[in-house]
């Protein structure tokens, strides 16, 4: 029978077909009240699919919820011989969390990477439909898999289509279509052909206002009426929700069954896996017999086939959630004795527990057990569930605690931090121990700092720490490190007197200490930075960058490591921030820490500009974006401010200027204004705005004890005072720069000083320290300032009427600035070159600017010389996406590989609009 009233729907979901079988991805979501026609529409797209579409298709249950990856496992865990094409990473991931190896849960990413692999193998060169129905009762750690595929898709030929009640925020933002009630005219035709004997008019009429088109509801409420109903004695109230009057119906028709054939139904209700072994095996247990089966089957409720289904997903759930508690626990008991232990103890162990009332230490152990598989295989949230339920059905009131403390942590660790505060509130009342107190105490303060983000934050984890001190030590500095950290982001916009209390607070807890453990030094050397200065801190900083890279970081050190990474720019050195920063972001991606990747990538991309690599840096840029985008990282645009700063693009480096000041001081984080104030000096000193780099550079001298992006606005401060003519102002950044870098003594501090005192200075002073600096420049390989400084002594050989020697470094600090990419400051050097009697070519525009943004960053991330599949893992897409779009970019730059791409894009950054 054709669908009624869907022509626009089923154009829609053919449309997302086609576009499949021709190569081009995409994922619909079909949404809309219970009952509307969703599954009618699926049935229908898979029963139109051409022959040669390779179908998956799948309906999630309510009760599989708290099932880590258990949705995802029923989609394409019989895919697996397909896993063997993928990168090792992705493959293990998959195996981790389907229970087939055991090893360190892998990040929530990586899983939805490898789940994009494996349908973009099973996919081949054909088409790939994969169809999940009631994908609003998909686990959370499933529905973030699928969610995070959906999104990346884009040239394997997959269609993926999610039907589901209301769209929740996992599947936000992907293409909606929202299935509503038929109109008037199909509605009374349905209603017509579902009661064939006719109905009187009243009835008919009422029936159709209350459906409001819903196919379900004028399919079957009719059913549910008397005949004297049908001959117009049916009133309906309106008082209760359609879903439930539909629901109400389909247990009207339900009610003339046997007594045990409802309880089968029942038990096929509680267990989501569609198993029929399962199902015979617990109704056997149950007394049931192949009568109740065939009854079941005849009154068109249950289906038994190759596996157990209903004719509707609301059957399922009306006859779970009408059923008696009684009922429910017999039939979860039946299930669970029928589940094998060794086969699945997990479901095994949630049938239990659905099956006990009171509380019971065997059950809460079993639950206890599966929150640790589940925490193997990455499901935070299901471990979470497993340990709440657990804790309920603890006798033993310290056990509870316990387990509440851990099904706490497990909700904060899955993003959940107000479920996580709702946990610890239980634990009022019961008898804690000093760890647990210590414990909650440290779990409220990262829930409730993670909620508000406010100033409170810094001292509650300061005391959750101090909490821990003698209870566990491991703990509690990882806890310090965290209040430091909260601080030192808080910087001015935060409490001063609270940064120090931290900060000393840290001091006289690691006071005499010898530890040599990387996560000790840079937790005591930062301390000493924040209550100290730099000076003091020096040698305890130094000490622990060594320690992180000769030591094999825990997960604690790789997430703390790259407070070694700053404080190796507090420090000055070049070298330990090229390599702190490369191993960071090479242990993050190999073992998968993507929340850990974004920070570590933003440091990497301020090596690759100190080393002049700005196309490394933009695409470290790109990778950050693209783990942004997938994962909701709160983390600032700094490295494209930054970028669009160096490269000299005003409208750019202004519009993210606004924006990061303004959450900055929406977050209260220093950090984010020290950070744009350095931007805009950077930039004005390219364009040679210099009263403008004065207004950003004054800003900041309060907070240069801060070091960071506050000191290096010192040395743009002094060149914009000495063009201005203000000596008083300049002298006093140079002396503020002198009290930051001298005690430092590295090349690159000693060469930075050297340049600044070279502008306060005049005659054969000034020429020693500019050349001073140059060596210094050059030995340290920091070509960026190299060329700055080449520009700034030309200008003073030309106002020396040292002409000749004046082009001698102008053209040197031209073609340097050119070659890395400082438009402005190459465009600044062009000027006085022109100015000294030399012209100076300008490059030809090229047509990189038509390339799309996935396009430049997939052509950035190969001109760096990685293959499809490295581009994939970095950009988060399919290797077939990337080799798509690479082909295009070849296209479209009239290029013929991968070699001509460094030309073919080098002019793109120099002829970005506001350049």
Not at 291 to 308: H, K, M, Q, S, Y
Not at 559 to 579: N, P, V, Y
Not at 634 to 660: C, K, N, S, W
Not at 723 to 748: D, I, S, Y
Request: aromatic share 4%; net charge negative; glycine share 8%.
């Amino acid at each position: 029978m054709p669908l009624r009233g869907r022509r626009r729907e089923l154009a829609e979901l053919d449309a997302t077909l086609e576009r499949a079988r021709a190569g081009r991805s995409g994922a619909l979501v079909v949404s809309g009240e219970a009952g509307v026609g969703k599954t009618a529409l699926l049935d229908r797209m898979v029963a139109r699919a051409p022959a040669g579409v390779r179908i998956e298709r799948v309906v999630a249950s309510e009760s599989e919820m708290e099932l880590a990856y258990a949705g995802l496992h029923q989609l394409c865990g019989h895919l697996l011989d397909s896993a063997e094409r993928l990168p090792v990473p992705q493959r293990e991931a998959l195996e981790v969390v389907f229970g087939l190896r055991r090893a360190a849960a892998p990040s929530p990413f990586l899983v939805g990477l490898a789940l994009l692999g494996l349908l973009t193998e099973v996919a081949g060169d054909g088409a790939l439909l994969c169809v999940v129905d009631d994908a609003q009762w998909l686990d959370e750690a499933s529905a973030r898999a699928v969610a995070f595929a959906a999104r990346r898709l884009d040239a394997e030929g997959i269609a993926v289509v999610l039907a589901m009640r209301t769209v929740g925020e996992v599947f936000a933002g992907l293409q909606r279509l929202v299935v509503e009630g038929l109109g008037d005219g199909d509605a009374r035709e349905l209603l017509r052909l579902s009661t064939p004997g006719g109905l009187d008019g009243r009835v008919r009429d009422q029936l159709i206002a209350e459906a409001r088109g819903n196919p379900l509801a004028l399919r079957e409420l009719p059913r549910a009426l008397s005949p004297a109903e049908i001959a117009g004695g049916f009133a309906l109230t309106g008082s209760i929700p359609l879903e439930s009057r539909i629901e109400q119906s389909l247990l009207a028709q339900l009610e003339p069954l046997p007594g045990p054939t409802r309880l089968l139904l029942l038990l096929a209700a509680a267990d989501p896996t569609g198993d029929t072994g399962l199902l015979w095996r617990a109704s056997a247990s149950l007394g049931l017999a192949p009568e109740d089966f065939d009854a079941a089957r005849d009154a068109d409720a249950l289906t038994v086939g190759t596996r157990v289904s209903f004719r509707h997903p609301l059957v399922r759930s009306a006859v779970y959630r009408s059923a008696s508690p009684e009922d429910r626990r017999r039939v979860h008991a039946a299930l669970a004795d029928a589940t094998g232990i060794d086969r699945d103890p997990d479901r095994r162990a949630w049938h239990q527990a659905s099956a006990t009332l009171l509380a019971d230490e065997t059950v809460a152990a079993d639950l206890e057990r599966s929150a640790v598989r589940a925490r193997r295989r990455g499901g935070a949230a299901a471990a979470g569930a497993f340990l709440e339920r657990a804790a309920e059905l603890t006798p033993a009131p310290v056990q509870r605690v316990r387990r509440l403390i851990a099904a706490a942590e497990a909700k904060h660790d899955a993003g959940a931090p107000a479920a996580a505060l709702r946990l610890l509130a239980t634990t009022r009342g019961l008898p804690l121990t000093e760890l647990q107190e210590a414990l909650v105490g440290r779990l409220r303060a990262r829930a409730g700092y993670a909620l508000q983000r406010d100033s409170s934050g810094p001292r509650l984890l300061l005391a959750a720490a101090q909490g821990l001190e003698g209870l566990d030590p491991v703990l509690a500095r990882d806890t310090y490190i965290e209040a430091l950290s909260a601080a030192i982001y808080g910087g001015r916009l935060g409490d001063a007197e609270q940064m120090a209390a931290v900060a000393n607070a840290i001091l006289e807890a690691t006071d005499g200490e010898e530890s040599d453990r990387a996560r000790d030094l840079i937790l005591r050397g930062q301390a000493l930075l924040a209550a100290k200065g730099q000076e003091a801190a020096i040698e305890t900083l130094r000490r622990a960058q060594r320690a992180f890279l000769d030591q094999a970081p825990d997960s604690l050190e790789l997430h703390w490591m790259w407070f070694a990474s700053r404080a190796a720019q507090d420090l000055w050195d070049a070298r330990a921030l090229r390599t702190l920063a490369d191993r960071q972001v090479e242990l993050a991606r190999s073992e998968g820490v993507v929340t850990v990747l974004p920070i570590a990538l933003s440091l990497l991309m301020v090596a690759q500009t100190v080393d002049g690599e700005l196309d490394a840096a933009e695409a470290s840029c790109d990778e950050i974006d693209a783990i942004k985008e997938v994962t909701g990282n709160p983390l600032p645009q700094y490295g494209r401010l930054f970028l669009a700063a160096y490269r000299g693009q005003v409208d750019e480096t202004e519009r993210l200027a606004v924006r990061i000041r303004a959450d900055a001081q929406e977050r209260g984080e220093g950090y984010g204004l020290s950070a744009v104030n350095f931007a805009e000096t950077l930039l004005y000193n390219g364009l040679g705005r210099f009263a403008d780099v004065v207004v950003s550079g004054r800003r900041e001298l309060p907070y240069t004890h801060e070091l960071s992006h506050a000191m290096r606005v010192l040395g743009e401060l002094v060149e914009a005072a000495a063009h201005t003519g203000e000596r008083e102002l300049a002298e006093q950044a140079c002396e503020q720069l002198e009290g930051v870098t001298r005690p430092v003594g590295t090349n690159w501090a000693l060469a930075v000083l050297a340049m600044a005192k070279a502008q306060v200075r005049d005659g054969d002073e000034a020429e020693g320290l500019y050349l001073e600096a140059i060596g210094r420049f050059e030995r340290e390989r920091i070509p960026i300032m190299v060329g700055r400084c080449c520009l700034l002594y030309g200008e003073w050989l030309r106002r020396a009427r040292r002409n000749a020697e004046a082009r001698g470094r102008l053209r040197t600090a031209h073609q340097v600035l050119s070659e890395i990419g400082l438009n402005g400051f190459a465009a600044r050097a062009a000027r006085e070159l022109s100015g000294s009697g030399e012209s100076v070519g300008v490059r030809p525009q090229g047509s990189a600017a038509r390339l799309t943004d996935q396009e430049l960053n997939v052509a950035r991330l190969a001109r760096e010389g990685l293959t499809n599949r490295d581009i994939g893992a970095r950009l988060f897409v399919s290797a077939r996406t990337a080799e798509y779009h690479l082909s295009k970019v070849f296209a479209k730059l009239g290029i013929r590989g991968r070699a001509e791409l460094k030309t073919a894009l080098a002019d793109l950054d120099r002829t970005a609009p506001g350049a």
